[in-house]
């Protein structure tokens, strides 16, 4: 009895982890909609399970499922940023690419240079926005914002969060793309946006640079 109720304490942090996975690994099978209930309903039942064992003195795979849930939702809330960034990066320069050549479509062809596109299906979570707010001035000069934070429920304002890329390397100004005042740099091309000020100030530990004023 304890080396199984110790094997589902194991299994459920595994589920854990694959809960938090969903959101950063653009896999079509961990996508269906179902699977976050299906995931929380069976750590749910295996939680229950090893307080109903802890009754009976052992305690070890309570405290594995404490432990381990808690340190996997604090590592990836801690490194929300840094995760979003590398492990969904392949996805946003492939979009970048397809917006330079223009396979991706505008949702207004009557403005010339200032447009949402339509973010393709299997790039959504690299973008959690039906559109990709692109400035595109010239091949050599475009901005290009991506949406990372999810949209929030019943919350009529949201969050506006994520990384803009620089094809020039500086970050645009308040004519160039009017939405960010505030922006932390990643690399020479890429920068960390966030409309919640905390969150700015205290998310990105790893890979940001400090926090700087975009100008007129």
Known sequence: MKKLSITLSIIGVLLVILLQAIDFINIQLLQHYQLPRLLFLLIFTIFVVSIIVAFKKMFVPLI?????????????????????????????????????AGEIKKEDLSNSGFANYHTPQKYMLANRN????????????????????????????GLTEGFVYSASGEFPTNQEMPTFSEYRQISNHWYFVSSDKKRFENSCYVICGKPQLSYD
């Open 64 to 100: 594995i499922m404490v432990v381990g849930t808690g340190v996997v939702i604090l590592v990836s809330t801690v490194f929300e940023v840094e995760l979003n960034y590398y492990l969904l990066q392949d996805e946003r320069q492939e979009m970048i690419s397809q917006l330079v």
């Open 130 to 157: 039906g559109s990709i707010d692109a400035h595109m001035y010239s091949e050599e000069k475009y901005f290009i914002f991506f949406q990372t934070a999810k949209p929030g429920f019943m919350d009529f304002v």
